[in-house]
């Protein structure tokens, strides 16, 4: 029988916010002991409409928008009804139906029912190719009818605008954008950060009308279909579709139709609890008017609503009194940010600007008249958000202008976190002050409350954000907070060791530079002159060696070092899998790749390589880089099948190093119709030139013949996409566990302007990043991040760049492949077999068993191997 | 088909005097010419039980003897992981999941819990 006591909750909406609510209930316990029915519009559960963009730019699958822990709604009971909208509310009754016809009579009610776009009253904004962008639906619908035109307008320029032109230039669309106001974002930047960002958006190719009006969209009379804008300054803009993100408005239909209090301008009216004036109503979201007379369209304000309505309906003291605007976000790859007062609106207060208009940036501060910082807005160049942000409301420690110049730009004092007071908030979205940071870390006195210094003594930044929650939310605060517990370990007499490894202080870059100057030879010879004091003369480690190995490959050419990675010396010091240039796999045995480059190959090479698995039995796989991975070799089979693969003309693939991997590339304008230049030899080209380069992690590269970018060289270390007028080349992209778009390095480059340019920035990054940090890790890491490294690499300011072509050059000339120069040589080769005792027989822990015609690694029972147990 | 027998020419046979022996069953055992034995590098050898040993030498000449099965994925592996130290007590890193087994006593660095086998090992 059911409890006739148990309460029944009702949410309204299921979008980000109503899951943050349901987080905060069932935390709370009060899912436990509460029926909670939810009604959800959409068909399916809340995702992440704030990155709903990735769906076009990163290929990320409506499912893995999802926001839904998996299994979230059966663990807490929770009864969702998917696809079903409550239509009315009785509040007398107290029930909520649905259009189902199912009605649910509540004891709280919540509404986190969000906006719906706003589209203007133009004639033919109704027509077949008029889209607005807010759901999934709306993306599949946009993605659909993109295919069928060649081109798109976005009516709106804001936030949501540009992340709707995004869209559009992903679906490889020509994007124009159509903004009524005279600058981009009127909302958040001004006039001076809407032109550094109009530069930065028109460079990636979207055209952008300002301050121009949408008075018709032009549809042809007989297929019903866009055919353009007629703007208010009499011109007309050809384009096959209109997607329109002129703002939002409040969903508050459900409130009007039961008599709840809404706003002038929409917006149903709720206290600082989040509720209505009916106390068992709550309204939170993008849908409620907060206590401070605002609706806000940002997600943390509707996060830290859904916190407060969760908290009162269990029981426990919470307000919701206003939130910070401050936002950074990165739009079509541009960042862009804005705190406090942007707009200088406060009384007697002065604006102080860096503007560089060459290179997109635009910086300004708001100071009053007694020097507190106020706000400000940051275009292209948001190094020191986390720092600014936090320091507003106080009077910074340095000059104002100071404060906006960037990194390298004369700036005379680098303005670090210790400037910031202890009140002042590092972590926004979690609410954590630097004073509770440094009673984490357990710093001289600055015991916040709740701990004194010492409780807690955390000695990393991953520590520090367990204890606090600091920058687990958003992330942008995690810099400050590395440099914030750098600070605070070393005034507390930790020393904060940078060092490689235990046998060395110094990091890879500061290993490379002493290699290089010094003309070091062997890992010996620097051990044991530029090792720790004990760590002379020593055995080193499985860190160091491979690291320094990696170091002298690069500069072997340079610096006097054998070239062959397996001679000498360099053979004890690399990892397993370059001393067998091979990947070894979980069974001991090894996986073989030959290079192919650019991904062409001739039907007799791929028949060698299906004899060559064939006769050895081998498990074949496509791998994702446009090659084929040979699995389930022996040590000792491995000079067979490569003096086969040498022979038919093959070479290393690298696959084991960290070293070039491959370069892909699309099949381009020699078959493409939409191909604009010679993708696949440009990408054989920089393969063949790459190859063998030993660098600091593995680089992956893409050439695409046009801006649909098949390749996805956006995806790479360095990617390539064809212009019209040449390559535009991007660096710093990642697939993997964490995924980085590329950034637009130079543009429209010739093929020689390309090569030196790649030549230079692969080097720059061989120089100066740490062991093991992709290019994607080290751009955001090293100081000035993408503009420094563009300043090296395009503008030569360290004054570098010919001598980091001509270590290219050595490297390229130097070329050898590893396994021809393996197969000739009887000493490296004495070292593929199992056994050196029995050079003839096979480990016989390596055993396989067939799977789907061919083989995989039987597994292994550990019970029965040799494990001694002490 | 070419066969291993092919590639290795006569240069690749030993130069250098001397034999590594390795105590297994109650008597010594020669295994390779010391030259085979890279500082910092290790080899394998198969033992007349069936059981598999990693042996290896480092920068000081000083030779070791270890259990060659990766007790964390029974593959045997060990003698191609990398020789390190901590202070002056050498180890070898598996190459499979880099836990850290010590060459003089074979205790595992990273998990109290397990260790490989050990042999006596000399150069005659
Ligand atoms: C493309 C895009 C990019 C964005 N980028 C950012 C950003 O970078 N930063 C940021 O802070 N914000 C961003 N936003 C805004 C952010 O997505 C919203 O602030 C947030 O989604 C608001 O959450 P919500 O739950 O209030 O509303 P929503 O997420 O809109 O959820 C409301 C849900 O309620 C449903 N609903 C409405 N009426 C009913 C009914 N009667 N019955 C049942 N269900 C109903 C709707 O269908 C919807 O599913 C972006 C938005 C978009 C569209």
Known sequence: ?870 | MTTMTDLLSPAAAPSVPGTVELHVGGRWLAVCAAEALLPGRGVAALLPDGRQAALFRDRAGRTYAIGNVDPFTGAGVLSHGLVGAVGDRPYVASPLLKQRFDLVDGRCLDDEAVAVATYPVRVR
Request: with cysteine; proline share 5%; aromatic share 6%.
């Open chain 1, 1 to 870: 029988m059911a409890d006739t006591t148990e309460k029944t909750l009702v949410l309204v909406g299921h979008g980000m916010v109503g899951q943050r609510f349901l987080e905060a209930l069932a935390d709370r316990g009060v899912t436990a002991r509460t029926r909670v029915v939810v009604l959800c519009e959409e068909p399916r559960p809340a995702y992440d409409r704030v990155h709903l963009t990735s769906y076009f730019s990163e290929g990320v699958s409506p499912r893995e928008l999802s926001v839904v822990e998996d299994g979230f709604m059966a663990r807490h009971g929770i009864e969702l009804h998917v696809g079903d909208p409550a239509v009315r509310v009785d509040r007398d009754r107290r029930t909520v139906t649905a259009r189902s016809g199912l009605t649910v009579g509540y004891d709280t009610l919540v509404l986190a029912t969000g906006s719906y776009p706003f589209v203007p009253p133009v004639p033919g904004k109704d027509a077949a190719g008029c889209f607005v962008y807010r759901t999934i639906e709306d993306l599949l619908a946009i993605e659909a009818y993109a295919a069928g035109v060649g081109s798109g307008a976005v009516v709106g320029g804001g936030l949501l605008g540009l992340e709707a032109a995004g869209a559009l230039k992903g679906l490889g669309l020509d994007t124009h954008v159509v903004e009524f106001a005279p600058r981009l974002m009127p909302v958040q930047v001004d006039t001076g950060g809407g032109d550094a960002l109009r530069r930065r958006v028109e460079a990636l190719g979207v055209r952008v009308h300002t301050g121009v009006g949408t008075q018709q969209i032009t549809v042809d009379g007989g297929t019903g279909r866009v055919t353009g804008m007629a703007l208010s300054d009499g011109s007309h803009l050809p384009v096959g579709m209109v997607v329109f993100s002129a703002g939002v408005r409040p969903r508050d239909e459900l409130a009007r139709g039961c008599g709840l209090l809404v706003g002038e301008r929409g917006g149903i009216v709720v206290d600082e609890q989040c509720r209505t004036a009916d106390p068992s109503v709550f309204a939170i979201g993008e849908c409620a008017l907060a206590a401070d007379g605002r609706v806000y369209g940002l997600v943390a304000p509707g996060y830290e609503m859904a916190e407060t309505a969760a908290r009162t309906v269990a029981g426990e003291a919470g307000a919701f009194t206003g939130a910070d605007l401050s936002t950074k976000l990165k739009l079509l790859g541009v960042d862009v940010a804005s705190f406090g007062d942007a707009h200088g609106t406060a009384e007697g207060c002065l604006d102080v600007c860096y503007s560089d208009a060459r290179s997109g940036i635009y910086r300004k501060l708001v100071v009053g008249a007694d020097g507190t910082l106020l706000g400000g807005v940051l275009v292209g160049d948001v190094e020191s958000y986390g720092l600014l942000r936090p320091l507003t409301g106080s009077v910074p420690p340095v000059a104002p202008e100071h404060l906006v110049l960037p990194a390298g730009a004369g700036a005379p004092v680098a303005l670090g976190p210790s400037a910031l007071p202890d009140e002042a908030v590092v972590c926004s979205c979690n609410n954590v002050t630097k004073g509770a940071i440094r009673a984490a870390v357990g710093g001289a006195g600055a015991g916040g409350a709740g701990g004194g210094a010492g409780e807690h003594s955390c000695t990393s930044v991953a520590e520090v954000k367990k204890c606090t929650k600091a920058g687990t939310s958003c992330g942008s605060c995690v810099k400050v907070l590395g440099q914030l517990v750098d600070a605070e370990l070393e005034a507390a007499g930790v020393e904060v060791d940078k060092g490689l490894c235990p046998h060395f202080a110094q990091t890879r870059a500061e290993l490379y530079e002493i290699v290089l100057a010094l003309r070091i030879p062997s890992y010996r010879q620097l051990l044991d002159g530029h090792g720790r004091e004990g760590a002379r003369g020593g055995e080193g480690c499985e860190v160091c060696k491979p690291a320094v190995a990696s170091i002298l490959a690069s500069l072997a050419p340079v610096v006097g070092a054998s070239v062959h990675v397996l001679e000498g010396e360099q053979a004890a010091l690399q990892d397993t899998n370059d001393h067998f240039l091979a990947n070894m796999q979980k069974n001991g045995s090894y996986s073989v790749v030959p290079r192919i480059p650019g991904g062409e190959i001739t039907p007799e090479k791929l028949i060698v390589i299906g004899e060559v698995a064939r006769d050895f039995g081998l498990y074949t796989k496509i791998t994702g880089g446009q090659r084929i991975d040979l699995f389930g070799a022996r040590v000792e089979q491995l000079p067979l099948i490569w003096a086969r693969l040498v022979d038919a003309g093959f070479e290393s693939g690298h696959a084991y190093g960290k070293a070039l991997r491959t370069v892909k590339s699309c099949v381009g304008q020699t078959w493409c119709r939409y191909g604009v230049q010679d993708s696949v030899r440009m990408a054989i080209d920089l393969e063949l030139r790459y190859r063998g380069l030993r660098s600091p992690h593995k680089l992956k590269s893409a050439v695409s013949g046009c801006a649909r970018e098949c390749a996805e060289a956006q995806s790479k270390d360095f990617g390539v996409i064809a212009t019209a007028n040449g390559w535009n080349l991007y660096v710093g992209g990642n697939g993997g566990a964490t995924p980085r778009h590329a950034d637009l390095l130079a543009k429209d480059l010739s093929d020689a302007e390309l090569v030196r340019l790649v030549d230079r920035f692969l080097m720059f990054y061989i120089r100066t990043a740490d062991r093991l940090e992709r290019t994607s890790v080290w751009l955001e890491r090293i100081p000035g991040g993408l503009e420094h490294v563009r300043d090296v690499v395009v503008h030569d300011s360290l004054g570098i760049c010919e001598e980091l072509e001509a270590l290219m050059a050595a490297h390229v000339a130097g070329y050898r492949d590893e396994w021809a120069g393996t197969l000739d040589d009887p000493e490296r080769l004495s070292r593929f077999v199992s056994f050196v005792n029995a050079p003839g027989t096979p480990d016989p822990t390596v055993r396989f068993v067939p799977e789907r015609g061919q083989i995989k690694p039987e597994p292994i029972l550990l019970s029965l191997t040799e494990r001694v147990t002490v």
